[in-house]
């Protein structure tokens, strides 16, 4: 077996892991020993945990040091694991907390982007907080998530390559939504240790083709096999690979209606996975039968295609 600290420099596909929660809303720890199970059943090499899905914005303190903790002694070396340790804080409180999941045993470290300033806070404003991360975190390996709430901050390319260039960043979940500004920073980041992976199913393969390395995002917690397949496929850019995106895109897009509820609900009605479907994150909520039916659909649907992936 490769070692984590391979798997973290291969792995395609970085699901962002939804956190198992019982009925009085306490992290149900058992569940998430399960579910690290079954995205490594499902050969999933990689974990992105306290992560939005995760609701990290809605864990204390304490629960996402936790929670990283927890997921890394189930995962125990069968996937690399990386975590959040930025929550919005000063620049001397945000190297604290990143020590604190890394010594808990993350992989690497991720740093939300727009938890290192306000709205309106200045380019200059912005990167003097993250160089002050960087120098005061010594040699643990970091990495970027243009997490799209309470508001989305992206990465200029100069940034992006200068991160890219300390040779301390090897994980960027990328938001952009463009490709001309995603080719930016794939072309930033060649040659460095800095792996990207597109956020958005819709144009994954293309991204793959472009430069990028792999997804990262809530459609791996849908049909894990699919997207790892997708993504380990994406250069053969024929009707299969365009089937298998077109898909998952359209799972992805059903499954927001009261989401991470929803994505737990379907994995728990699908036999795949004993978790209640409560959430933390506002407006997420179970859903009614009108609504769940759709996604049972999609379910039967891509079983019935019976694709052949070789």
């Not at 144009?203 to 397949?229: D, E, K, R, V």
């Amino acid at each position: 077996m490769p070692s984590t600290e391979e798997m973290l420099s291969t792995a395609r596909v970085w699901p962002v892991m939804l956190t198992p929660l019982n009925w009085d809303r306490t992290i149900d720890w058992d569940g998430v020993d399960r579910i690290t199970d079954w995205y490594i059943d499902a050969g999933i090499t990689g974990l992105f945990t306290n992560s939005r899905s995760s609701e990290v914005e809605f864990l204390s303190p304490e629960e996402r040091v936790q929670l990283a903790e927890r997921v890394v002694r189930r995962a125990n070396g069968r996937a690399a694991v990386v975590a959040t340790g930025t929550y919005g804080a000063s620049a001397s409180e945000e190297i604290e907390t990143i020590k604190q999941i890394s010594d808990v045993g993350a992989d690497a470290v991720v740093i939300l982007t727009n938890h290192l300033g306000s709205p309106a806070a200045s380019e200059a404003q912005w990167t003097g907080q993250l160089e002050q991360i960087v120098e005061g975190t010594g040699d643990i390996k970091l990495g970027f998530y243009e997490c799209p709430t309470p508001w989305k901050r992206l990465i200029p390319a100069n940034v992006f390559k200068w991160a890219a260039d300390t040779g301390r960043f090897v994980f960027h979940k990328d938001l952009t939504f463009d490709p001309n500004d995603m080719q930016d920073k794939i072309d930033a980041a060649r040659g460095t240790g800095l792996r990207i992976y597109n956020g958005e199913i819709t144009s994954t393969y293309q991204s793959i083709i472009a430069g990028a390395h792999g997804h990262s995002g809530y459609a791996s917690s849908l049909n894990p096999q699919l997207m790892i397949w997708l993504c380990e496929n994406a250069h053969r850019d024929d009707d299969t690979v365009r089937t298998v995106q077109r898909l998952m895109s359209v799972f992805e897009r059903m499954i927001n209606l009261g989401y991470p509820s929803s994505a737990k609900q379907l994995l728990a009605a699908t036999g795949q996975l004993d978790i209640s479907p409560i959430s933390r994150m506002p407006g997420a909520h179970p859903l009614g039968a009108h609504d769940y039916d759709s996604l049972q659909d999609m379910v039967d649907l891509i079983d019935s295609l019976d694709l052949q992936l070789t």
